[in-house]
């Protein structure tokens, strides 16, 4: 456990965590994993890989390339389904009392109830965590999260049809992202995060070719982290509901300014497929921060910034 002397404590309303750090979905496995490299009770929460009802292969290779200060990713919601997932949530909660949140996919709007209610039935599962912003599906990367009344739609029939917290992940390639998140908020989503990767492409040279079968893949990492914040800080202020940030965490610092421009909590994607322990170091980096800048508590800081 880390020993802190600064109160980290989260509060998303429906359920305070003990930290702001929660490991993102596609980047932290099934969590079991990670309990290899670390006691996985010092997490605010983690999230699993996204999952469908039935198991699926995913995207043909290559489903990865480095970018400059990023990854592009197309790996397509390769998964084992949701009854096998039923089975790994088993095992990893017995290893665990840190809050499970699982990322909940959908190919039609009846596949997300279905797999929504699967997991809402399960008492391993603290939250549901709505993807309806992953671009590798469809070839354009397009996504509910890119319409208003798709998003509505969705996450109004979730509610209905489940009882667990519903955060829903929005994606930063939506022409306004302000007026997904109302919709979300407005049909009960509990709390949203955001933000999903970017829609980018590489091209092979020689081949005169793009990298990806689908052409477009989701950038990640530091470069996108500018670009999250600026999205994070325009949505906090547009929802009464809490907002979780994601985009190129990799420092204490980095998780400090989410807070300061909005977020409630944070979610750490691809500096896990980097650095596995990378939640320890910046667990102990925020306290260092907080205790340095005489920040007592990150409700002091949560939407502070001064323009
Ligand atoms: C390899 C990879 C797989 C991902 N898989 C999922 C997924 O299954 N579901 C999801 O909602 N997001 C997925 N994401 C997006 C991340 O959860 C996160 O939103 C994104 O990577 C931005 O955070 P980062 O810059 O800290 O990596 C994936 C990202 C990567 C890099």
Redesign the pocket.
Known sequence: MVNTSVDLTADLGFIKLKNPIIP????FGYGEEFGKFFNLDILGGF?L??IYKEPRKGNPPP??FETASG?L?S?G?AGPGAIELQKIIKRTAAITSTPIIV?V?GGSDDEYVEVAEIFDSMPEVSIL?L?I??PNIHQGGKCPAQDDKHTYRLVKRIKDHTSKPLMV?LTPNASNITSIAASAEEAGADCL?L???FLGMAVDLKKRAPVFKNIFA?L???A??PL?LKLVWEVSRSVNIPVVG????TTGKDVLEFILVGASAV?????N?VEPCASVRILSEIETLMKSLKIKNLNEIKGALKI
Do not use: D, F, H, Y
């Open positions: 993102a979905s596609g980047t999230i890989k996204g489903r990865v990854l990713n790996i919601l990322n996919c965590e993807n912003s992953c992940k995060s933000v999903n990767t989701g990640s990492g530091p996108i982290k999250a994601i985009g190129g965490i979610q750490t994607g691809t500096i497929m």
